[in-house]
């Protein structure tokens, strides 16, 4: 990141990207090592993160270019309108929310790898998309995030009727259970309306997304996750 930079900072977005380069390779490394998952999880590495880098470096060297570009008429611009333009459109929230969502890279995404894990489609939650944040407080006095842990697979069941749905999946995939008549606001933030199976990465990424848990140990097998 940083602390070695091979392009432009402009931007500053060199450390976050190192940041999340490491996460996504350490949860995969420290599976292949304690034996939950085969070295071919390992693959999915660079298939998620090298398209970020190249976004990345396409994105500095543009502002870069634009930043040092020496010509008179751009200087001008630079100078007079882009201050002028450059707060008018920020001044949108929506254009705020989208800033906050690229600079903090939780706009980034690996849907385009996992659509055949969208064994349900569903308009908020994919396969391949950050697992969307809910600020409200559960039931239970938690977050829903407070659930999410980086030393495994979670899965979340939303008024599931299978009552078989935990004993049938690896062991090592924690399960939470939510009914919407106790969790009614989770249920609309996070629009669903009927039985929903969530299986969210150790990197807070959804994998899979079914009404099935056969659907779940798909996902399972065809990512090389040992199951037992």
């Not at 989208?98 to 995404?109: D, E, K, M, P, R």
């Not at 994919?126 to 899965?155: C, E, H, T, V």
């Amino acid at each position: 990141g940083d602390a070695a930079h091979i392009h432009s900072p402009a931007g500053g977005q060199g450390m976050n990207t190192g940041i999340q380069d490491a996460h996504n390779l350490a949860w995969k490394l420290a599976m292949v090592i304690k034996r939950t998952a085969t070295d071919t999880l390992l693959k999915s590495y660079h298939q998620e993160r090298y398209r970020v880098a190249q976004h990345l470096v396409n994105g500095t060297d543009k502002a870069f270019k634009m930043i040092t570009n020496p010509s008179p008429l751009v200087n001008w611009f630079r100078t007079n309108v882009l201050p002028h333009l450059m707060k008018t459109v920020f001044s949108f929230e929506r254009v705020q929310s989208l800033l906050f969502h690229f600079v903090s890279h939780t706009a980034i995404n690996y849907e385009i790898h996992y659509k055949q894990f969208n064994f349900v489609q569903h308009p908020l939650l994919k396969a391949g998309r950050r697992f969307p944040y809910f600020s409200r407080k559960l039931s239970s006095g938690k977050n829903i995030y407070d659930l999410l842990s980086p030393d495994g697979f979670q899965l979340f069941i939303f008024d599931c009727l299978d009552e078989n749905v935990e004993s049938n999946i690896d062991a090592s995939i924690h399960s939470y259970r939510f009914s919407r008549d106790e969790e009614q606001e989770l249920f609309e933030h996070y629009k669903i309306e009927s039985g929903l199976l969530v299986l969210v990465r150790p990197d807070m990424y959804i994998a899979c997304v079914a009404n099935e848990v056969k659907d779940i140990n798909i996902y399972l097998q065809k990512m090389v996750i040992q199951t037992h």
